[in-house]
C-alpha cells in the first residue's frame, strides 16, 4: 500500500488561491478609481464637505503650480437684527367659560371608601395557620450570659 504526501500540492492550492483574490481585489480598485476619476466624484464629495474649500484647492490640478488664497468672507452682514414684538392678548369669553375646562373637574375629585370594619373570620387564628405547616427551629433556650449585662455595657 502506498502512501503519499498531499501537503505540497495542498499549499499550491492555497498560494493559487490568495493570488487570485488578490488579482481580483487589485482589479476592482483599479476600475473603481478609474470610474471615479472620469465622473469628478472627488470634487462633489469634497464640496460638501466642512473641509471642501482647502479640499478642492488641493485637487484642483488646474492652479498646481500657483499660490492660491483661500476665499475669505466680506463684512457685509446676510442678516439684519430687528426687535420684535408680539400684539398683546386677550382673555376671550370661551377661555374662562366652565363648559369647555369644567370635565376636568371630574378627575379631581377623592374617591370616597367605606370605613373598614373587622369581621370576625380576621380574628380567629383557624384560618391563619396551617395543620402542614411546622415549626422547623427549636425554641432556643436563654442562658445566663445573655441576661448579664456585663457582657453588654461597653
Known amino acids: 500500500m502506498k502512501t503519499r504526501n498531499n501537503t505540497t500540492g495542498h499549499r499550491n492550492n492555497q498560494l493559487s488561491g490568495v493570488l487570485l483574490r488578490a488579482a481580483a481585489v487589485l482589479a476592482s480598485v483599479v476600475l473603481l478609481s478609474f470610474t471615479v476619476s472620469a465622473q469628478d466624484l ?19 490640478e488646474s492652479n498646481a503650480g500657483e499660490a492660491t488664497e483661500l476665499p475669505t468672507t466680506g463684512n457685509t ?6 426687535e420684535e414684538t408680539d400684539s398683546p392678548l386677550t382673555v376671550e369669553s370661551w377661555m374662562t367659560n366652565d363648559e369647555y375646562f369644567g370635565a376636568s373637574n371630574i378627575f379631581n375629585q377623592v374617591a370616597q371608601d367605606e370605613k373598614l370594619e373587622i ?6 387564628a383557624d384560618y391563619f395557620t396551617s395543620r402542614y405547616a411546622k415549626e422547623l427551629d427549636e ?13 453588654f455595657n461597653n
Open 42 to 60: 472627488w470634487k462633489e464629495l469634497l464640496s460638501y464637505n466642512s473641509f471642501g474649500k482647502m479640499a478642492l484647492i488641493l485637487v484642483d
Open 77 to 82: 452682514a446676510a442678516f439684519s437684527i430687528n
Open 119 to 124: 369581621e370576625s373570620w380576621m380574628t380567629e
Open 139 to 151: 425554641e432556643l433556650p436563654v442562658e445566663a450570659w445573655m441576661c448579664d449585662a456585663s457582657f
